[in-house]
């Protein structure tokens, strides 16, 4: 019996109408390189989603995988409460270095242990990015509480924005299409509508929310006594439809926030290490609209191991410490929080960050991937509203007259198929076509990806 039918046979794909597998099946991966995944028929194909995003130094990082193997030999787990370790302690160093816009030389691998002081002081750590999510909307709630605004119990978030899988996450969400069965459960939360939308760092307006923001601020306003925070993707709204937005709203968001006493919560879970060109995407709208709480994980440990990390500040913290009985602790516990593999795999990571010199790599060979699509674009009247910063670029597929093809007609989807038959896993979000690709990826590689997505769209859609 074939290894696909075995997989039909016991195994719930993620994220998926299981259906699909009966004519297409899951992909046999054997191997995984640099870029590429090896198929069990030999074929190679080139991975321009780093794996749900993850992968941001490519598959099998001997680096990366030489931490593990050296950390498996000494522990690989042990329980974070009540102990520690000098991974672990060496991490939350380097992350808070990280999370301030340090340069590398003050995270990278011969930076001076201890602590930088600057505006995040404190990392909570967790396994995932939808937990770390949670972590921060729970840190908030009760950070408000203690601090005694307990009318603060609301959270605002942004229109066509993403958070995970998990129920209070969905709730913050606004893609219908993952949370709507779940809705029951959920707690409302109002979505901030008419965001400024732009295509990225070259667009006239691309630092400027002037004209979005009175409405922005409208809303803002009428919810401000009863709101705990504000979550939102900084810049890069992915799973919504990878859609850019000007980090001056971030600027706006920040003064707006610490008037009214609201605090701000940034998931950086995609956006973050060096997918948008900097190591938090909140950078980019410059060092006063740090949030009180960014979310990392994915590209935190190269994607090799789960593992996610909320940043918080000592101001923050501040509300939750007092006397045993006075229960203000943080009483929130994962088994694996802290786990010394992904650890040890996350400091190797920001070796190779600062090392190899990831930032400057994405600032040469990002613009490939939007002038990739530009090119594209330019002989495809289909291809509307390319946008991109980064290591990132999307456009969105349509017919040549602008219309949206019809849902069932599943255009993305088959894009998909017609994209790994000739070498590449793109996996469109609905109509749109994306290219999120390890960090490290090389021009011509990026080449080939273009010319694969060109002729994956001209085999679905007509020119
Ligand atoms: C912005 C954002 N937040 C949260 C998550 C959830 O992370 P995880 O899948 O690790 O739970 C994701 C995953 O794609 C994400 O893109």
Redesign the pocket.
């Known amino acids: 019996m074939a290894l696909t039918d075995r997989d039909l046979a016991v195994l719930w794909h993620p994220c998926a109408q299981m259906q699909d597998y009966q004519t297409f099946a899951p992909l046999e991966v054997v191997g995984a390189k640099g870029c590429e995944l090896e198929l069990a028929d030999g074929r190679r194909i080139i991975d321009v989603i780093a794996s749900?995003?993850c992968k941001a130094l490519g598959h099998g990082h001997p680096r990366l995988l030489g931490a593990l193997r050296e950390q498996a030999e000494r522990f690989e787990h042990v329980i974070l409460a009540n102990t520690t370790n000098a991974g672990v302690v060496r991490l939350c160093e380097r992350l808070l270095a990280v999370g301030n816009g340090a340069p590398a030389a003050e995270w990278g691998p011969d930076a001076v242990p201890g602590r930088l002081d600057g505006h995040f002081g404190k990392v909570f750590l967790a396994d995932?990015?939808?937990?770390?999510?949670e972590i921060a909307l729970k840190m908030a709630l009760q950070a408000q509480a203690q601090r005694g605004q307990t009318g603060r119990q609301r959270f605002a978030a942004l229109r066509n924005g993403?958070?995970?899988?998990?129920v209070a996450?969905l709730a913050v969400g606004d893609c219908g299409l993952y949370g709507e069965p779940y809705r029951p459960l959920m707690f409302p939360v109002p979505m901030l509508d008419g965001l400024p939308y732009r295509s990225g760092p070259d667009a006239p307006r691309w630092n400027d929310a002037s004209a979005e923001w009175p409405a922005i601020e409208a809303q803002l306003n009428a919810l401000s006594g009863e709101l705990a925070a504000v979550i939102y993707?900084p810049v890069l709204q992915?799973?919504g439809g990878m859609l850019l937005y000007s980090p001056d709203l971030l600027r706006r968001l920040r003064a707006w926030a610490d008037a009214h006493e609201v605090y701000l919560i940034a998931?950086?879970?995609?956006?973050g290490f060096g997918r948008c060109g900097t190591m938090l995407a909140s950078h980019l709208a410059g060092a006063d609209a740090l949030p009180d709480f960014a979310?990392v994980?994915?590209g935190l440990t190269g994607g090799v191991l789960?593992l996610?990390a909320v940043l918080t500040t000592d101001a923050i913290y501040a509300h939750f410490l007092g006397d045993y009985s006075s229960m203000r602790g943080f009483l929130h516990s994962n088994t694996y929080t802290g786990n010394a593999l992904a650890v040890a795999v996350a400091n190797a990571a920001l070796d190779v960050f600062a090392e190899e010199q990831i930032l400057d790599h994405v600032a040469r060979t990002g613009p490939q991937l939007q002038a990739g699509l530009a090119s594209l674009a330019k002989i495809r009247a289909g291809l509307r509203n390319l946008r991109g910063v980064g290591m990132m670029a999307a456009i969105d597929l349509r017919r040549e007259d602008g219309s949206a093809f019809a849902k069932e007609d599943r255009i993305g989807y088959h894009v998909y198929q017609a994209a790994v038959e000739r070498g590449a896993l793109l996996r469109p979000l609905g109509d749109t076509l994306y290219l999120f690709p390890p960090l490290t990826m090389d021009a011509a590689t990026i080449d080939r990806v273009i010319a694969i997505a060109g002729d994956s769209i001209d085999a679905v859609v007509r020119r």
């Open positions: 749900w995003w995932n990015g939808s937990t770390g999510v993403y958070h995970g899988e998990t996450t993707e992915g799973a998931d950086e879970i995609a956006a979310v994980s994915k789960p996610s």
